[in-house]
């Protein structure tokens, strides 16, 4: 997949993600959120008033901290996709 599919096929998830109405898993939530920041490259530190919820957030970017965009990417559109063909 070239740079502009790979693009193409990630905006398509993120807008699959942001239609879906039903409340995902929190591990799934994570995930994204992580791939999502990583692929987007705004990897700020996650602040919020819920100092467990920051934590969580921070370590599910370091686990991120080895992959490019372009990984980072794939990674979020194979979760999306994992996500849809097995939930229940």
Same mark, same amino acid.
Do not use: C, W
């Given at each position: 997949?070239n740079?502009?599919? $790979?693009?193409?096929?990630?905006? +398509? /998830?993120?807008? &699959?993600?942001?239609e879906?109405?039903?409340?995902? !898993?929190?591990?799934?939530?994570?995930? $994204?959120?992580?791939?999502?920041? +990583? /692929?987007?490259? &705004?990897?700020?530190?996650?602040?919020?008033?819920? !100092?467990?919820?920051?934590?969580?957030?921070?370590?599910?970017?370091?686990?991120?901290?080895d992959l &490019?965009?372009?990984?980072?990417?794939?990674?979020?559109?194979?979760?999306?996709?994992?996500?849809f063909?097995?939930?229940?």
């Amino acid at each position: 997949m070239n740079s502009e599919e $790979l693009n193409i096929a990630f905006l +398509k /998830a993120v807008q &699959s993600i942001n239609e879906h109405n039903e409340a995902f !898993p929190a591990d799934v939530l994570l995930r $994204l959120y992580a791939y999502y920041k +990583k /692929a987007t490259n &705004s990897e700020d530190s996650s602040s919020g008033s819920n !100092p467990i919820i920051s934590a969580f957030k921070t370590n599910a970017l370091f686990q991120t901290k080895d992959l &490019s965009e372009d990984q980072a990417k794939e990674a979020y559109i194979n979760a999306v996709t994992q996500y849809f063909l097995y939930r229940k």
